[in-house]
């Protein structure tokens, strides 16, 4: 630490020594700090510490996209006409010149063929979209399979769900801006999705457009909903997710020194910054790589909107494939009451469906916390294993997008494969309600699989790929302890308690209240965790190392290494120098 000597003497005169006048940069610092506490608070977030795993780097992935989405957007903003009046085109496109489009797609081909880099910028803009909401989706899969969603992060996780959906939107917007066939295209299907809502629907679909479908207002209106409203929510949400991660402290993966109440990792300052701003220009270089050799959203082949005509194979961005597919295979049910008609075959895929599942996945901390009456703060993080049913939804779920995506292309499929297109819808129509079941209960053995192999790995050692033969001509593998920081990692977790039902009466004959809900608890909990393999007790562990103890006096009577160690690394008596092998 430096000593301050501005107000030590430095001669023997008799006049006292005063204090050098600062520079005025440190006088508006020192102005600043003593109002703002900017000093205190950067302190505070440079010794802000964070762990390190390649996984954590995907919520980054969709942080650094969403920067890139800002960056390209303000440049595409400059050029833009958000304007649906008429014109007829007489730019450096030849095909489509003299042909009458609205300003909006015209802006958009002048800067596709016109403004230096544009296309570049477009490109990527849709690119960093299509980034942004994938990187998202994986993000909160880590978190969920995880268990990093449990308290006291919550809220965060329910910030995450909110900021996905906003980013499904904000993309939809955005993709309908062009104008062109196949955004229209799109905008048709939403026109439907919001006329099918009984009574008010079409009442819905005026106020949205400004009259008939599809008006002379939606573009501009979508324009600031893609530009002001759903970026500033973004802006707002990211900031209140990131400040919530910092407030509760990054979750980490088990390991020696690594507890409930620590965080071991790096400072953000120097080091995760370093890292941090290195891999936003990794991420900016990928997608301006991309941006500029995969061609997307190619505009010119498809034209200005025309509400009479349909592009012929039209496809909408992935992330749209619930609705989509749900649409394609929906049976045509329809209801009429009292002269209205409800159209159960757009309200359920495009509506109720897609809700449905999201609400699904947003309700399940609160779900399993009522389930498992787990109350404890959790900032170590589960392998996806020792989480069997919640890892086994996911996999459902991801099954079931995986076919409602690929249902949303049954005509590609049919037309690539020639396949029968109404075989393929058939075959959705089942497949979406048996797959999933059939990967639920696969992945839910597979973990559970794992977890008795974790328990074997614990209690009897690593299989070293070494057959001894006993005195008596008997064979068995030999097994070697496996390391101390493995062992901490397999045992750094909590038993399973399985609810038990309470009593249907009390002590005085009365009926207690709450019994139906706590029979419901009591079977989900059973249905959670019943089958789980749970981590050895302390006295499995000391009776396996006694045994291992035992086993390692037999072989140290040998005078010379047993059969098949004379040339390995197994021919070493003491666990603690033999490699482990396979890690």
């Known amino acids: ?108 081909l002048h800067i596709s063929f016109d403004v230096r880099g544009g296309l570049l910028m477009r490109q990527m803009h849709h690119w960093s979209a299509m980034l942004f909401i994938a990187a998202m989706f994986v993000h909160m899969m880590r978190t969920f ?38 955004s229209g295209t799109g905008l048709r299907i939403a026109d439907g999705l919001i006329k099918a809502t009984p009574v008010v629907g079409s009442y819905m679909s005026f106020f949205l457009f400004g009259g008939e479908f599809p008006g002379d207002v939606i573009i501009p209106r979508l324009y600031i909903v893609h530009v002001l409203l759903i970026p500033g929510l973004l802006l707002a949400l990211i900031g209140a997710h990131m400040l919530l991660l910092v407030f509760h ?29 290195g891999f936003f220009f990794m991420v900016f270089g990928v997608t301006a790589l991309m941006g500029a050799l995969l061609s997307i959203n190619p505009i010119w082949k498809y034209g200005p909107y025309d509400p009479s005509k349909v592009t012929a194979g039209s496809q909408p961005d992935w992330y749209m494939g619930i609705a989509e597919g749900l649409l394609r295979i929906m049976p045509n049910w329809e209801t009429h009451i009292w002269g209205i008609t409800i159209s159960w075959n757009v309200m359920i895929p495009g509506q109720i469906a897609p809700f449905v599942l999201f609400g699904m996945i947003i309700c399940w ?165 019943a089958d789980n393999v749970q981590k050895p007790t302390a006295e499995e562990l000391e009776e396996a190392r006694h045994h291992a103890e035992h086993i390692h006096e037999i072989e140290s009577e040998l005078a010379h290494p047993a059969s098949g160690h004379e040339f390995d690394d197994h021919a070493l008596r003491d666990a603690e120098d033999v490699p482990l092998r396979g890690h």
Request: glycine share 8%; proline share 4%.
């Open 365 to 529: 901390p609160f779900l399993e916390q009522w389930v498992t009456g787990d109350r404890r703060e959790h900032h170590l993080l589960q392998r996806p294993r020792n989480a069997p049913t919640r890892t086994a939804f996911l996999a459902a779920m991801v099954t079931e997008y995986g076919l409602l995506w690929a249902a949303g292309g049954n005509d590609i499929l049919a037309t690539h494969f020639h396949w029968s297109l109404n075989s393929i819808t058939y075959f959705m129509r089942a497949a979406i309600f048996i797959l999933p079941v059939i990967v639920f209960y696969v992945t839910r053995r597979w973990c559970i699989g794992l977890q008795r192999q974790d328990n074997d790995r614990l209690l009897h050692g690593y299989e070293t790929g070494i057959i001894m033969r006993s005195a008596e001509g008997g064979y068995s593998e030999r097994h070697l302890p496996i390391s101390e920081a493995e062992a901490y990692t397999l045992t750094a977790r909590q038993r399973d308690r399985i609810h038990e039902l309470e009593p249907d009466v009390d002590e005085n004959g009365v009926a207690a209240r709450g019994t139906r809900i706590d029979r419901v608890r009591s079977t989900l909990s059973k249905a959670m965790f």
């Open 249 to 277: 402290k990054h979750t980490q993966w088990a390991g020696p020194g690594r507890t409930e109440q620590n965080v071991v990792g790096y400072p953000m300052l120097p080091v995760y910054m370093a890292k941090a701003g």
């Open 145 to 182: 399979l995880t268990g990093a969603f449990r308290k006291p992060r919550e809220l965060n996780w329910v910030i995450g769900g909110i900021l996905l959906l906003l980013g499904i939107l904000e993309g939809f917007a955005g993709y309908s801006l062009p104008d062109d066939l196949l």
């Open 1 to 108: 630490m430096s000593l301050d000597t501005s107000k030590i003497a430095d001669t023997n005169r008799g006049t006292a020594a005063t204090a050098k006048k600062p520079n005025r940069a440190g006088a508006v610092a020192g102005w600043a700090d003593d109002r703002l506490k900017l000093g205190t608070l950067t302190r505070v977030f440079a010794r802000k510490v964070f762990p390190d795993h390649w996984s954590f780097m995907l919520g980054e992935i969709a942080l650094w996209s969403f920067v890139v989405l800002l960056l390209t957007g303000t440049f595409l903003t400059l050029w833009f006409t958000p304007s649906m009046s008429e014109s007829t085109y007489q730019g450096s496109y030849t095909q489509l010149r003299g042909v009458p489009m609205s300003d909006a797609y015209a802006s958009t």
